[in-house]
């Protein structure tokens, strides 16, 4: 998996990406949010970002459009209604994870994933929930 650097272009629009604090996108909503300190990869033009691993300026992934955003989103509340209905430690989810997905445990980051991946994801968390109800 490739990951953004400061400075880097655009993969959407071109667009010059900087390393800027969590507030200068979030602004007010920052501490709700707990992103606090933390730092985004932003593109300037179009908006595109991703997160950093927690405490690094390290990106989870590739920058991100709105559509993609909404689908780490949404792959985000499905993987953790899961694994709190498994009663599984979130260690222990995201090793489940990466497990299942041939990623290293430390690229396991739902906020770095691509389209396929989150779909996968969801795809997966189905799957487990149909196999309970069997
Ligand atoms: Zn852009």
Not at 9 to 21: Q, S
Not at 69 to 78: P, W
Not at 85 to 104: D, G, I, N, V
Request: aromatic content about 6%; glycine content about 8%.
């Amino acid at each position: 998996m490739q990951c953004v650097k400061d400075n880097e272009i655009c993969r959407y629009c071109g667009g010059v990406i900087k390393l800027v604090p969590a507030r200068a996108v979030y602004g007010e909503s920052t501490k709700r949010l707990g992103m606090t300190g933390q730092h985004i990869y932003q593109c300037q033009n179009c908006n595109a970002r991703v997160g950093c691993h927690k405490g690094t300026t390290r990106p989870l992934g590739n920058v991100a459009n709105e559509v993609l955003r909404l689908k780490r989103m949404e792959t985000h509340r499905v993987f953790d209604a899961c694994w709190r209905r498994r009663h599984m430690s979130r260690t222990e989810a995201y090793r489940w994870l990466a497990q299942e997905l041939h990623l290293p445990e430390g690229r396991a980051h739902i906020g770095g994933f691509e389209m396929d991946q989150c779909q996968k994801v969801i795809e997966l968390c189905e799957t487990y929930e149909n196999e309970e109800a069997a």
